[in-house]
Every structure is written in C-alpha cells, then in structure tokens.
Nanobody
Framework: VHLVESGGGLVHSGGSLRPPCPAS????????MSWYRQAPGKKREQVAT????????NYLNSVKGGFNILKDNAKSTVSPQMNGLKPEAAAVYCC????????WGQGTQVIVSS
C-alpha cells in the first residue's frame, strides 16, 4: 500500500487547508486512520485520528478546535480540515493507520506565514 499525500502548501496565518490522503480500500475499511506531522528538528506527532466507525475522533490538544478529521467513504480518503492555521503548525504532514502500520509516504509540506 502506498500512501500519497498532497494538498499542502503555503498559507497565511489564519488560513485553511484540507490535504487528502487516498487510502487503499482494504485498509480504509479495516483500520482507524490518522494524520501525523513532523516539524524540522522535532519528533513526528499524531495530530488527528478517526476511528473505524467514522464517528469517534481524537486530536492532539494543540489542534483541538481548529482541526477536524474527515472521512470520505466514496473516495476512500481521509483528510484533516485544518482551519486557523498558525505558524507553529508548519510541518510535513503524513497519513497512516492509527498504529502507523503502513510504510510512510513522502508527506505534504505545510508552511504558514505569519
């Protein structure tokens, strides 16, 4: 399974992005999915998770209120709707299963200008 993230880019502080993560139908229907991020010089952190039922969600405390992880069953994609982005949110964002069981993709870079 290859994860190919896209949809990142440069936004102004306060802006929004919604990068998609097309996931294999097999894993999409059998695993909780998460988005992660890694900023330069920092460890990768799990930002948002949506559970198999499509209802339960978990968020990193620092993104609560601004991020909403969404699941599109028709397109087999999982996306974080990122609103009110702040410069500290800048990182390479990747998707994977909740237990990071799949090989990591390249990720998509998010840059937030102040």
């Amino acid at each position: 399974v290859h994860l190919v993230e896209s949809g990142g880019g440069l936004v102004h502080s306060g802006g929004s992005l919604r990068p998609p993560c097309p996931a294999s139908g097999v894993f999409f229907s059998r695993a909780a999915m998460s988005w992660y991020r890694q900023a330069p010089g920092k460890k990768r952190e799990q930002v948002a998770t949506i559970f198999l039922d499509g209802v339960g969600r978990n968020y990193l405390n620092s993104v609560k209120g601004g991020f909403n992880i969404l699941k599109d069953n028709a397109k087999s994609t999982v996306s974080p709707q990122m609103n009110g982005l702040k410069p500290e949110a800048a990182a390479v964002y990747c998707c994977n299963t909740v237990d990071s069981a799949l090989s990591w993709g390249q990720g998509t870079q998010v840059i937030v200008s102040s």
